[in-house]
């Protein structure tokens, strides 16, 4: 029995020892295939789904779009901690923020969902600090169990692809907007999701991390800014519940960073994807009406 | 791990831990299971004590009625009702079908069938009747084999049960390394392959011809991995609490012909049909058209045993005409040693001959996967068409190769009772370790998948 238990115990352990080893080596891997950006981007744009479909980084030519789908704070400061390291020509950070990014019930959506957490962790391990690790310790320790067989299988991959000299897609996120216009058809689910009283209390860890993304771009000497993409007057209709507390949300802890709101910007419904996403026609339109304001109509965006 | 040697108390727990594994899927069908058991036990008991034929024949019937009954009405009650009423439409009368709307019971064809045996076996006066329910109930029900068998025998099981059991170091290491190739077979072929053939059966007009193919080829890797696979783990998990149980797969698709197939494939169930119904049909005595009609019943039965729908039961026919040309040339029992044994390599011969029974099993299985007859039947129009010798349009590079590795395995280890015990003898520690490791990883790589069973279905 003794044998026994000490030959289950070296395998087990054992087995722990090749995976560490093999997300160690993947991790130097991803480390060496940091994203470096052309030198005349200076302006990076970061976030959630709602950056990645409004900002065309192909109109606006010095802006570099790296936001990505259903992506926490969590994620974007990794992100940004290790895009600012390699690439000193940015001044200035694009954060989306809309009432969606603050509120608690994003974190189960959006940062604790196993899903998401799949996606994200084989690309962020290596560039997450002890403490956004900590945030999952406390919160949900079992997405960890969850996506082993993720990390495991897309770590050797990446091993491979770093051993073969191939690229690695960093899946840091780009410009993505889509062609079609289902605006009726999100309505009709907007207005069955928002039926309810909607649960406005503010979520810690997502504001947390809009304060660090704050002092990492002050350490860094970049200029943040707050940005609220345009939205359809349907969805400030439907999500009217959720205005309020974001706006006192952003006065009372987030005045001093500048933030830009064109929720009420007059983009046609055309160039909506759904309620609250541009599509390319609308990203064009507005990419293409942000690259042309002048200072003094950008500051006329600033929430004071 | 059980450390007291005390026999009732190991038991206790076992039947305990069964029921309670069983109540974990539905607990409603846990009463099911439990009235199985004690009517069983109580008819072995009656037949085992009367001296009067008659009663014996009573209780003997009444054991065999209920538990059939059951199992049809569970399992067949629906599909008869819709083949009435679409055999009536075909001479034009209408009849609106009363359909159940049940679910059927997990592990019910396999626990019937334990009880069954049992009770013919005592009718037959093979075995006496057992006197301690828990230790029978423990039979019926063992953990491992009760959603999917290996359908055991009392003759082969109780006298286990009855026995101390005790930690034998030898006997955990082959059990956990029977559970780990069990797994792989599982989590990284089965679920590999699955993923592809059901996107291939269920768009299956799509397709090109060899695409179809190769979409029937993975299927029946898929169903070999996924059933054999489970069975590894049910055997190996027994062999962990000291009991063997009988062995139901031995390298199926390295038969040099059907019978050979059919002698490698879910053994348990086609030995338990050759002894409960062949052999009291007569078996081979009687003449040819005897032995001809026996063998389809058999594989009717068979067929029909998987499920209640058409496919099923002509995927067993298929496998009766397939068979017919061997039984009728006394060729049906020729192969009976492993293949190309004592040697690395198979002969050209053999090559062919493998190569010819794995082509007709996979074309057997084409009905066995599709959602009905009219299903089938497209799958074969749209695979037998200038297409089928172009290269597939769907050609998934790394469950290919995995399947290499898998079948190369496999054939190293095609004469031991499972593919890895044949690292046992031939790797020295640290390479087997460094085998285990890389399988291991491999496994956890391929989680996730979220395939069930099969054969859970049945």
Redesign the interface.
Known sequence: MKKFALSLFVFVVSVGFLIACELALSAYVLKKSTLYIPINKTVLVLGDSNAQNAFNDSVLTNYFNVSSLATSYLYSYAKLNQILEKNSQIDTVILAFSPHNVFQTIEHKWLLNPKNFNRNIPFYFSIMGYQEYIVFLENNPSVFFQALPTLVNVSFKNILKGLMNKDIDLNYGSFGATDSCVVDKAELHMRAMYRSKQNTVLSKIELSYIRKISDLCVQRRVKLILFNTPKTKIHLEITHQLQKPFYDCYANQFSDIEFIDMVGCEIPATGFHDTYHLNKKGALQFSTYLRDLSPKEWASFRVK | ?V?NKNLKFQNLLLLVASYFFYACWDYRFLFLLIFSTLLDFYSGIKINESNSPRNRKIWFWTSILINLGFLGLFKYFNFFAESFVEAFSAFGVEISPWTLNVILPIGISFYTFHGLSYIIDIYKGRIDAERNFIDYAVFVCFFPLLVAGPIERATHLLPQIKQKRA?E?HK??DG?RQILWGLFKKVVIADGCAEYANMIFNHSDQYSGSTLFLGAVLFSLQIYGDFSGYSDIALGTARLFGIELLRNFAFPYFSRDISEFWRRWHISLTTWFRDYLYIPLGGSRGGRWAKVRNTFVIFLVSGFWHGANWTFIVWGLINAIYFLPLLLTDNNRIHLNSVAAGSNFPSLKELFQMGGTFLLSVFAWIFFRSEDLAHAFEFFRNMFVISFFKMPVVFPTTIILLCLFFLLVEWLGREKQYALAYLEDHLKMPYR?SF??II??II?????GNQAFIYFQF
């Open positions: 791990m450390q930690f170091h955990i290491i956990l370790w285990y490791f291991t990883l956890i790589a391929n989680m996730g």
